[in-house]
């Protein structure tokens, strides 16, 4: 009984001072969701080569507060660029070798452009073309 009473106490008293804190105000996070202008629905990515993502940059808050990444849809395991400064407006990739693209050219990509959110590209198309392929498969290191 005299432990009951001691915890009741101890809780009670917990209670009332967590009750009589303050509560301070969060702060405003700055969310910042850019339009992706390429790629875009007349885009041709071409396997195995580099080309720009951009998008609008003239909305951007001063501070963005999480870092920035480019993945394909559906593959969230690769980003194809990380770490990079949002406000930059433009990033370069290189375009990865997608077998089911090799197997279907009809088939569409988009990627996903993550900040504060995540935005989507238009649908666009990733081509297989064997020259690019075999050029970087004989390159020699640098």
């Not at 920035?68 to 770490?83: F, M, Q, R, S, T």
């Not at 070798?97 to 279907?104: G, K, T």
Request: proline letters at 6%; aromatic letters at 10%.
């Amino acid at each position: 009984m005299q432990f009951t009473s001691l915890f009741a106490t101890v809780a009670l008293s917990f209670v009332s001072v967590v009750s009589g804190a303050a509560i301070l105000p969060r702060a405003t996070l700055d969310v910042f969701v850019p339009t992706i202008l390429t790629p875009n629905a007349d885009t041709i990515w071409t396997m195995g080569t580099q080309v720009n993502v951009t998008w609008k940059t003239d909305n951007a808050p001063v501070n963005i507060s999480n870092g920035a990444a480019v993945y394909i849809k559906g593959d969230l395991d690769h980003p194809l660029a990380n770490g990079f400064d949002l406000r930059a407006g433009w990033v370069t990739v290189t375009v990865p070798f997608i077998l089911s693209a090799m197997e279907d050219p009809t088939e569409k990509h988009q990627i996903i452009l993550f900040g504060d959110s995540g935005d989507l590209s238009d649908n666009f198309t990733i081509q297989f073309d064997p020259t690019v392929f075999l050029s970087l498969a004989t390159a020699k290191p640098n």
